[in-house]
């Protein structure tokens, strides 16, 4: 018979993460919710890296509004420097031709 994975609400998350904040031991927790040590310091490192985006649940991550709209601008800014750059390349053998060691100048 195979053990079912045990699934803790985000409430419990918080709960578990606040009595470490507030001076409780990290085994003392793990008994009281009886969870491994390890969970609570994976719970609490994930809480802590984005409060508001923690325990999606479900087992998928949400992204954050902010971070997509940067990587967004990264794409967009990256896109640029390549026709750029692409164009450059295409300028670059009429200018080797024509003898000048560098584009545009010969």
Not at 23 to 51: D, Q, T, Y
Not at 66 to 85: H, M, N, P, S, Y
């Amino acid at each position: 018979m195979a053990l079912s994975r045990r699934k803790f609400t985000k409430e419990v998350k918080v709960a578990a993460i606040q009595r470490l904040d507030a001076g409780a031991s990290v085994a003392e927790v793990a008994r009281a919710f009886e969870v491994n040590p390890n969970l609570l310091h994976r719970w609490r490192k994930e809480f802590r890296h984005g409060p508001g985006n923690a325990f999606p649940g479900g087992g998928r991550r949400r992204w954050d509004e902010t971070k997509v709209a940067q990587l967004e601008r990264k794409v967009g800014q990256q896109t640029l420097e390549i026709d750029f750059l692409k164009g450059c390349l295409q300028r670059w053998p009429r200018a080797r031709r024509r003898g000048s060691p560098y584009p545009g100048q010969g």
